[in-house]
């Protein structure tokens, strides 16, 4: 397998395994006052359509940074294997119904509890009214955004050696990889 191919089974695997450390990348967006990251759940990976899956909140600061500036970075640290990859890539919202449905239905019952604050979340706390929940109002706010990779940086800190390559995606969708000096 090429360098790129590891690297979607990499991401595939930790998309399947909590316990991956590539499960949590901080994805940064382009908003009015700057770069903004934060860490996210990478929930779902589709290799052949180089996209990455992640579920928020309509209401979060991200959604606001992403009517922006849909162009996004994630970076990803495996401090098993030293490995860094980051990505770079242009953020859409999930708006097939029936899509967003299905992945809501594997969200379990605590989990949906985060989408339905009644004050969106960030909100100054003030009263105890203000965390109150209304589980109707979850499925509402519940957001899948899909991230279109189009290039990749990955580097892996060795003894031996560093070792750092990027790959940039093609028009046929095949992946361009070129080692770089660390
Ligand atoms: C380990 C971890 C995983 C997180 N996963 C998500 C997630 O999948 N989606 C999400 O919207 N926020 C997630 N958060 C919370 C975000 O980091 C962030 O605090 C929140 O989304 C508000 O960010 P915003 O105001 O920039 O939109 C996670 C936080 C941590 C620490």
Not at 41 to 59: E, G, I, S
Not at 61 to 85: G, I, Y
């Amino acid at each position: 397998m090429n360098h790129a191919a590891e690297t979607w089974a990499m991401l595939v695997r930790a998309s399947v395994d909590n316990k991956h450390p590539w499960r949590t990348p901080a994805l940064c967006t382009q908003g009015v006052d700057g770069p903004n990251a934060r860490h996210v759940v990478l929930r779902k990976v589709l290799p052949d359509a180089a996209t990455l899956v992640f579920f928020t909140d309509h209401r979060s600061q991200k959604m606001q940074d992403l009517a922006q500036c849909d162009k996004v970075s994630l970076v990803f640290w495996n401090p098993k294997s030293n490995t860094q990859l980051r990505v770079w890539g242009t953020v859409r919202v999930e708006a097939d119904v029936s899509q967003v449905d299905q992945y809501w239905a594997r969200v379990p019952d605590h989990a949906r509890r985060d989408y339905a604050t009644l004050s969106a979340p960030g909100s100054v706390l003030n009263t105890d009214s203000d965390q109150a929940h209304d589980m109707s109002l979850a499925r509402e706010y519940f957001t899948v955004l899909l991230v279109d990779v189009q290039r990749m940086d990955c580097l892996q800190l060795s003894r031996e050696g560093h070792q750092r390559w990027a790959a940039e995606r093609n028009r046929q969708g095949g992946w361009i990889t070129q080692n770089l000096v660390p």
